[in-house]
């Protein structure tokens, strides 16, 4: 499966203002100091409560196509599918997916022009809603079937018809729909196996699996951290690590791409089984944790380039 190129642009709310380059090399903030509403990567204080998704859009416009975006959970090029095993990891170890989802938002493509253009995603009911959507790989059979029947690999929405070179995308929920009351959203911010608690907000990634050799279960929790305020007391919510990755995909084609979530490289630095330790992986986005310094260097935290998203052709 041939990779294409790729870059990654890690921006700092309230402490970065960052601006995208045509050309999709990735760009760092600089200023630390600058208060600002710009979505946030992992450093820097953010305001929650300041994002604004994609709204609705007429459908029916003439003057707007359709495009579906595939993507793809992927392990060695191929499905990452709950119930099957895999060999992974810095030790070889066997393990078995038992769950596999993330949110994404602000999904824009980069047009003829150079110009980056909003992709409007319309609310379908159960996968998308205010310009977020649930990616959930999990099958409705297996070792995922008690959590979730159902799954969703694409992400559908109307942008004018023109040649687009470049996908860009936040990983997670805006701050401003992280931290409500999940019970009374809908669909698919109402799904409670991603949500964490009403202070730290939803999970943009749950990945979950377990070593078949010695039993050693593993978990990937990404979502905000550090957080401060009380919502329901009519306080902002702010994150020291708001989390919210974004990922620029370049030489991207709406009709043959697909986006890979690399479960491969996520999990290569890491020892999955090790012996004499109850667990193996355990990152919940906490910056002190042993495991989790390789996962944000993966995410593309920082000045590290991602390696979590890569484009491939379509079969």
């Known amino acids: 499966m041939k ?22 090399t990735v760009s760092e903030a600089n200023d630390n100091s600058e208060q600002d509403t710009t979505e946030n990567s992992g450093d820097g204080n953010e305001n929650e409560s300041n994002s604004e998704p994609n709204g609705d859009v007429n459908s029916t416009s003439p003057s707007l196509k359709r495009y579906e ?20 990891g810095s030790d070889n170890a066997e393990i078995t997916p038992t769950m596999n989802a993330f949110y994404i938002h602000d999904v824009e493509m980069q047009n003829s022009q150079g110009e980056w253009v909003a992709l409007h995603l319309p609310d379908d009911g159960v996968w998308q809603k205010s310009g977020i959507v649930l990616l959930d790989f999990d ?35 805006p701050g401003e729909f992280n931290n409500l009351d999940f019970s009374l959203q809908e669909a698919p911010l109402n799904v409670s196996y991603m949500f964490w608690g009403w202070m730290s907000g939803y999970r943009y990634i749950r990945l979950e699996f377990g070593a078949t050799e010695r039993g050693n279960p593993s978990l990937l929790h990404i979502g905000s951290t550090a957080c401060q305020g009380n919502p329901f007391e009519g306080q902002n919510m702010t994150c020291d ?5 974004e990922y620029v995909l ?15 490289a996520l999990l290569a630095p890491h020892e999955l089984a090790p012996p004499n330790i109850q667990g193996g992986l355990i990152c919940e ?3 002190l944790e042993p495991d989790c310094p390789m996962v944000f260097e ?12 890569y484009l491939s052709t379509r079969e």
């Open 3 to 24: 990779r294409l190129l790729f870059s990654s642009i890690a921006t700092l709310t309230l402490f970065a203002n960052c601006a995208a380059d045509p050309a999709q």
């Open 139 to 173: 099958t409705t059979t297996g070792a995922c079937s008690a959590i979730t029947t159902e799954r969703n690999s694409k992400v559908v929405g109307f942008a004018p018809d023109d040649t687009y070179t470049s996908l860009r995308y936040k990983l997670g929920v």
């Open 298 to 309: 993966t995410l593309g935290d920082g000045d590290a380039e991602q390696t979590l998203f």
């Open 285 to 287: 986005a906490g910056r």
């Open 250 to 264: 370049n030489d991207f084609d709406p009709e043959e791409s697909v986006v890979n979530f690399d479960v491969e």
């Open 241 to 245: 690590y708001p989390n919210r990755f």
């Open 69 to 88: 975006i595939e993507f793809r959970s992927t392990f060695e090029g191929q499905d990452f599918e709950c119930g099957e095993n895999y060999v992974a």
